[in-house]
């Protein structure tokens, strides 16, 4: 296994159209984690899974986001009619319950740009 | 105000200077410490992780954690061209899940 997978690494869409991204996480880990990245930021949180039960949303979830990580495997998250303020690196990290936060290892992300 | 702060840089150094960066955090109820590098579109990479105060090193790289003070430092010896990247600070109360970062410093190592 070599890490936290995304995909696709870089996405242009059109404002209003629905987008999708893949996160498959190392295979072991059962928690999984979605952060957004603005130019000059550091990540914000958005939402958490343990398996495939969502435990954790961020305020900054709103309604146009979604996320779904069936069969606690890889997740994926979908942002409905897209804004311009939605353009930003959407960073997947993955960890194992019971190893505290040193095994919590990012992917290197889908940019997203809206135009 | 932020939870996390951390002076964005730039930062720019010679080859071979010791670096040291910091943050300050206001959440007395942060434990877990950690340090990422992250280089141009790529995502962060761990460095360092703490739990609780004290210091911790791992090879040119030392993590030190005052909680009295609510104060974080990461300090680079022998700096080299290739730790030119940014640096993101990082702390959580709980093992389980969210990471507050800081924005991160931008650190450039001139040869």
């Known amino acids: 296994d070599t890490g936290v997978s995304q995909n696709p690494r870089h996405k242009i869409t059109k404002r209003g159209q629905n987008v999708t991204f893949r996160c498959d996480p190392i295979?072991?880990?059962?928690?999984l984690y979605w952060y957004r990245q603005t130019l000059g930021q550091g990540p914000e949180f958005l939402t958490y899974f343990q398996n495939e039960a969502q435990l954790e949303k961020s305020r900054l979830l709103s309604d146009r986001f979604s996320a779904e990580r069936p069969k606690g495997s890889f997740s994926t998250l979908e942002i409905q009619r897209t804004e311009q303020g939605d353009s930003a690196m959407y960073l997947c990290?993955?960890?194992?319950?019971?190893?505290?936060?040193?095994?919590?290892?990012f992917g290197s992300g889908t940019r997203l740009t809206v135009v | 105000q932020k939870e996390v702060e951390q002076d964005p840089g730039p930062l720019s150094v010679p080859e071979g200077a010791i670096v040291s960066l910091n943050c300050t955090y206001s959440n007395s109820a942060f434990q877990y410490f950690m340090w990422y590098r992250q280089y141009s579109r790529k995502g962060p990479e761990l460095l360092m992780y703490?739990?609780?105060?004290g210091n911790k090193e791992d090879g040119r790289f030392t993590a030190q954690v005052d909680k009295s003070s609510k104060y974080i430092s990461l300090f680079i010896r022998d700096s080299q061209p290739s730790d030119s990247a940014t640096y993101l600070c990082a702390m959580s109360s709980n093992s389980g899940y969210a990471l507050n970062f800081g924005k991160g410093t931008s650190l450039l190592v001139t040869p």
């Open positions: 703490t739990y609780s105060s």
């Open positions: 990290a993955s960890s194992l319950s019971g190893q505290g936060l040193g095994g919590y290892t």
């Open positions: 295979s072991e880990h059962n928690r």
